[in-house]
């Protein structure tokens, strides 16, 4: 009776297009949107060379500092800069249309910047450009100071452009010591595929409440025959929710090859984990769908409704429809995410990936368990000693 | 009226729906009020950043965190290590700072002590960094002079004063624009969910076989059927619009209300149009109702994340901005960021005029279609 079950339940679900959309074919549509709209995001937060102008007049050719300065900024494969040497006209042009983030001119010795509005590349700009001033300013007083040290010393024989050289050596040439303790895995665009991942398992339920749907006698008048056929309950869903089980893995599979070899996730080295935390992903998936089906007495339809809603608030909570929501509401909200089985699994990815530390996984592993052990609890309940006095 | 009252009754076992995409777009536009800088100057970035001080408040450590608040945001983030860590992953902080213990007595007998900072490598993090060794580099120059924490810590102070003078050749304030653009862009999703979903759930129960077997055989002239079908659908996308646009008002501000905000407007009126155009070419192809949500979910989706409405287009890759040329929305919204640009509208008229055009183009190409397909079925 099992297999018997189990073969008509695969049947059934592959025959349903609108199940096959939402629990294999639209995880895949996301995987490729999400690839197309973020592959670019986190190259453009990189600090690239700034494409700068130079008002090149004789203002700026006397000046030595800047000159050489700015000359040295705009070489090399690390330049800060890419600096075109124009005039003041052209330079407006090119800021109007936007080919670059700012220009400069110099009078009476300082410069003057103009860009087009706030943001990050002109403040990089202005910084480096107050830094140029600041140490030509550090170099020419300690250089004055340098002298009158001399002069105190009774140094009559100064060699005033040693001093200054002597000085700007020493000033660009400080070891300021800053070390870089950044931590390797920060491509925070990872989340929205673990949160991809975590909706497609959340979306199993689609499958275990059509499924249910067949086998209650309230909903389908394929569950009044069900029910009233000599076949154990206990049988009928194991098998149902079994055929489940396997679309979903499959599905899944498919979800991780994309991801894996065409969109190039990171999922880290944790492999065991990640497949571990998949299936207990699947069956928080699967045993909401049953418990949806179970306990929300509605038709068909508002029951797909309500679950498609339910795991896209998860989804929205975890960071789907914006990154840096999970964190928000981890912070300020820890509760709602602590039973939010989306984020559970976003959150488990995301420590295997970040931290590659057991604890938070395990937490997050053995919350996905709990909450499924609790979604079959309350379905149990629901269904243990049904009787109909009409249907 | 039997059509209009199908039409409301469609509406309003929808209504769900409508908040839901409705919420999207308040919840996205209030995310993206946070900034909310009216001004016309230079306002330099400051990155939110975390200094952590095991110096114990020496004065130079002290004078070093004075610096850094001067440049950056200092934040706090509670929790331990762990929810720091995650604070830098999702970029509430850009970088963590860490003075080292022993900070001041290194630079006053001339070591170097070895400032620590963490970060995702971003742009604002470099910004950070740079801020970082203007100061360390200062304060190692005086100490060689001077041995007393308190003047080299106003030396530096003194030396990293000066800041170059900025200015803007932009009178338009970008930032408002900014805030308007990108709520019209974002509505973009709002306005193709709300209305495509809608009317194709109307239209393909109208043209479900057996209604519209009832329909044909019943007393109602056709063309009157056919004119109630359209005025119904115009006026639900109006009423849509309408709604989008007063919510606008109270999102992104007075700057709807201006001659540039009236441009922005006219550009979601004809995106509408064609919208309702692709709503109606959507529904002679769908054959059942149970297919509306998922197609009209790539559709939306697909559009939005092409054409820059969830994420700015020039943050796209140019291959996906290239192929998003044949889709409306591209045009929609590279009107709006045009819109938010654009020093002088009138001397740019030419642009926003063909990017409408393209719009109105779409329109004429959908509804086309879409009369080609009925009368194909129709005659089927």
Not at chain 1, 273 to 280: E, G, R, Y
Not at chain 1, 322 to 335: C, F, Q, R, W
Not at chain 2, 131 to 146: D, G, M, N, P, S
Not at chain 2, 263 to 286: D, E, G, H, P, R
Request: aromatic share 10%; glycine share 6%.
């Amino acid at each position: 009776m099992f297999l018997h079950n189990y073969k008509y339940s695969l049947r059934l679900m592959l025959g349903n297009r609108q199940l096959v959309f939402w629990t294999l074919a639209f995880p895949l549509i996301m995987a490729l949107l999400f690839n197309m709209a973020f592959s670019n995001i986190e190259k453009s937060e990189k600090l690239d060379p700034i494409p700068i102008a130079v008002v090149d007049d004789s203002s700026f050719r006397s000046n030595m500092i800047y000159s050489e300065t700015l000359k040295t900024l705009g070489e090399g494969d690390d330049r800060v800069f890419d600096i075109s040497y124009t005039d003041e006209e052209k330079a407006k042009t090119m800021l109007s249309a936007g080919e670059i983030t700012g220009y400069v001119r110099f009078a009476g010795g300082e410069p003057k910047i103009t860009v087009m509005s706030d943001g990050i590349k002109e403040t990089v700009m202005c910084c480096v450009f107050d830094e140029i001033g600041n140490e030509s300013k550090l170099i020419t007083n300690s250089g004055m100071e340098e002298i009158a040290r001399q002069l105190q010393s009774g140094n009559k024989d100064i060699d005033y452009k040693a001093v200054f050289t002597a000085e700007a050596e020493k000033v660009m040439g400080t070891d300021t010591g800053l070390k870089d303790t950044s931590p390797g895995n920060m491509s925070f665009v990872m989340i929205e595929y673990y949160s991809l991942i975590a909706m497609a398992c959340m979306y199993s339920g689609l499958l275990s409440m059509t499924l249910m749907n067949y086998n209650l006698a309230n909903v389908s008048p394929v569950g009044k025959r069900c029910t009233v056929s000599p076949a154990r309950r206990g049988s009928r869903l194991l098998g149902s929710l079994s055929a489940s089980f396997t679309v979903q893995f499959f599905g899944l599979l498919i979800l991780y090859l994309l991801l894996l070899f065409v969109v190039r996730a990171d999922f880290g080295t944790k492999l065991p984990q990640i497949i571990l935390l998949s299936l207990l992903g699947s069956l928080a998936g699967l045993t909401l769908g049953v418990a949806v089906a179970v306990l929300v007495r509605i038709n068909e339809n508002a029951k797909l409704t309500v679950l498609i809603s339910a795991v896209m608030a998860g989804c929205f909570f975890s960071g789907m429809m914006g990154i840096t929501m999970k964190n928000i509401i981890d912070k300020n909200v820890p509760v709602l995410n602590r039973i939010n089985p989306v984020a559970m699994i976003t959150d488990g990815l995301y420590s295997l990936y970040y931290y590659e530390s057991g604890e938070r996984f395990i937490i997050d592993a053995v919350s996905l368990a709990v909450f499924s052990a609790v979604m079959l609890l309350i379905s149990f309940t629901g269904l243990r000693r049904q009787q109909y006095d009409s249907l | 009226m039997t059509v209009f009252n199908a039409f409301l009754r469609v509406i309003r076992r929808n209504i769900g729906t409508i908040i839901l995409y409705t919420a999207i777009v308040i919840i996205f536009s209030a995310a993206n009020s946070g900034s909310n800088n009216e001004s016309t100057g230079f306002t330099a970035e400051k990155p939110d950043i975390m200094v952590v001080d095991l110096d114990n408040d020496s004065v130079l450590s002290k004078g070093f965190t004075a610096f850094l608040e001067e440049n950056a945001v200092l934040k706090n983030i509670d929790g331990g290590d762990e929810a720091v860590a995650d604070a830098l992953f999702y970029r509430e902080i850009s970088s963590l700072i860490t003075i080292p213990e022993g900070f001041e007595k290194d630079i006053v007998s001339g070591k170097t002590p070895q400032v620590e900072i963490s970060s995702p490598g971003t742009a604002s993090s470099e910004l950070t960094k740079m801020t970082v060794q203007r100061y360390l580099r200062a304060l190692k120059v005086f100490a060689e002079k001077y041995s007393d924490p308190d003047v080299i810590a106003r030396k530096a102070q003194d030396a990293l004063a000066g800041k170059t003078e900025v200015s803007m050749m932009t009178k338009l304030d970008t930032a408002s624009m900014t805030k308007v653009s990108s709520y019209f862009n974002f509505a973009a999703y709002s306005l193709m969910s709300c209305i495509m979903f809608i009317i194709c759930l109307v239209l393909s129960s109208f043209n479900s076989p057996m209604v519209h077997k009832r329909t044909v055989v019943s007393s109602m002239n056709f063309r009157k059927y056919n004119l109630h079908l359209i005025l119904s659908c115009l006026s639900y996308a109006l009423a849509v619009w309408v709604f989008f646009m007063i919510l606008g008002r109270i999102m992104a501000g007075e700057t709807v209300f201006t001659a540039r905000g009236a441009a922005f407007i006219i550009n979601s009126l004809v995106f509408t149009a064609c919208v309702l155009a692709m709503a109606f070419f959507f529904s002679t192809l769908l054959k059942e109702k149970n297919a509306v949500t998922g197609i009209i979910n790539v559709v939306t989706l697909g559009c939005s994340f092409l054409c820059g409405v969830f994420v700015p287009a020039q943050f796209l890759p140019s291959w996906v901005l290239t192929a998003a040329h044949a889709l409306p929305t591209y045009w929609y919204v590279e009107n709006n960021d045009f819109l938010a640009q654009t020093q002088s509208l009138r001397g740019d008229l030419t642009h926003y005029i063909i990017d409408l055009s393209v719009l109105a183009g779409f329109t004429v190409l959908f509804a086309a279609a879409g009369i080609i397909i009925s009368g194909i079925k129709r005659r089927e």
